[in-house]
């Protein structure tokens, strides 16, 4: 089988490449990424020597190139991460995400279309999406698979449209596929605009923590590795055409998420208790802030007996352990353009 998976080099993507070139060594895995300021070989460096591995740079919405490619390759099936991921950047540059999130999608279910004709016999066009396509739930409820789509930001609004045309080429043209909508994801290799990686490389350098508004909006916390095998197990045994809500379960006000991740780096840090805390500091709030997000991953519980491996403690406890330990990465992400970023956003 030779897959393709786009947006490999990004946070989720790397370990979704791991799993797949480390668990299947019969299966060839390419891996698609043009690259962004969000995509870094470095996170695949203990695998890029694999013979079951190869990384292609390339642009998702450049149609002559992925015509070209699925015609010397013949994907059997594709795994599609790659997008313009920040909620944030999506305010500031809505248009680079309808270009990535829904042309870029358009392209790759174009040229599937076109390499397999009207035999899609073992063939599967996997995209991934977010829990942010439903919109925001007041203080109750919770997302399940029928929930109606009501995005408000131009990143959720790219990435529901993109699902909504992977939806339509499936009743259209018979493309098989499967769509899978993950609540926020955290843990080694994020990168540092997220909240979580963000707020560690902070305090790692005692910089202020920026909480939008009064911090009580809530998300659904995910390690990405338990969300990698959640991909796994539906990439092998989802059913077409369906789709399926992932979660951690784990619900968490963004202001009690940050008061644990600064109790734990206290103490990882061996700083006085409270001195993280310190550094709070309530900014302007995001403009059409989601108030909450929660799943109900029952559907992928019950029917392909998936959950989380880890609790959310132990997973930011090794998320942070993975941040002190890799300060380089660290160095050469948040270098350059980023500081750029960072100032723009910030001030
Ligand atoms: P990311 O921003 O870390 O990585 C995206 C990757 O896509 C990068 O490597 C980037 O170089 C690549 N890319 C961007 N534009 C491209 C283009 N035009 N052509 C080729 N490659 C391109 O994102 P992530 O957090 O790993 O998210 C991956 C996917 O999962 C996205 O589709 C996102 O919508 C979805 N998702 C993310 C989360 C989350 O919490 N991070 C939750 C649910 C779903
Ligand atoms: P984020 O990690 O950007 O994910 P998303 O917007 O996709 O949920 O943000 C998570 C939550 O944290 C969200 O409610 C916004 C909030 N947040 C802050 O309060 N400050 C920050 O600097 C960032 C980046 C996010």
Redesign the pocket.
């Known amino acids: 089988m030779t897959i393709l998976i786009?947006?490999?080099?990004?946070?989720?993507?790397s370990h979704v490449v791991r799993l797949f070139v480390e668990s299947y060594p019969n299966y060839n895995i390419f891996n698609?990424?043009?690259?962004?300021y969000?995509?870094?070989l470095e996170n695949l460096k203990d695998i890029e020597s694999k013979s079951n591995y190869t990384f292609i740079k390339?642009?998702?919405?450049d149609e002559v190139f992925i015509d070209g490619l699925f015609k010397e390759h013949r994907f059997d099936s594709v795994i599609?991460?790659?997008?313009?991921?920040?909620v944030d950047r999506s305010i500031t540059d809505p248009l680079a995400f309808v270009?990535?999130?829904v042309i870029?999608t358009m392209v790759l279910l174009n040229a599937f279309k076109n390499a397999w004709k009207d035999n899609f016999n073992n063939k599967l066009f996997y995209h991934?999406?977010?829990?942010e396509v439903y919109g925001t739930l007041g203080e109750k409820g919770l997302f399940t698979e029928t929930t109606s789509y009501d995005p408000n930001s131009p990143y959720s609004a790219s990435?529901a449209s993109s699902d909504h045309f992977v939806r339509a080429y499936g009743e259209t043209y018979g493309i098989p596929y499967v769509i899978t909508?993950?609540?926020?994801?955290y843990g080694q290799n994020?990168?540092p605009e997220?909240l979580i990686p963000l707020f560690i490389n902070n305090i790692i350098n005692n910089k202020p923590l920026p909480v939008y508004g009064d911090g009580n909006y809530t998300r659904d916390w995910l390690y990405v590795i338990d969300?990698a095998r959640a991909i796994d197990l539906v990439f092998h045994k989802g059913a077409i055409g369906e789709t399926y809500n992932i979660g951690g379960f784990n619900e968490w006000k963004n202001i009690d998420l940050v008061k644990l991740l600064c109790q734990q780096m206290d103490e990882k840090l061996n700083r006085l208790k409270g001195s993280s805390e310190k550094l709070i500091t309530y900014v302007k709030d995001r403009p059409g802030h989601d108030l909450r997000y929660a799943i109900d991953a029952s559907k992928i519980n019950k029917e392909l007996d998936w959950k989380p491996s880890v609790t959310f403690e132990e997973g930011l406890s090794i998320t942070i352990d993975w941040y002190l330990n890799n300060e380089e990465w660290l160095n050469n992400v948040t270098s350059g353009e980023y500081q750029k970023y960072y100032q723009k956003q910030y001030n």
Do not use: P, R, V
Not at 181 to 185: K, V
């Open positions: 786009t947006g490999g080099a990004g946070f989720i993507g698609l990424d043009n690259l962004t969000a995509g870094n390339g642009d998702i919405t599609h991460l790659a997008a313009e991921s920040h270009k990535t999130n870029g991934i999406s977010t829990d990435k909508n993950c609540s926020n994801n994020q990168f997220k969300h």
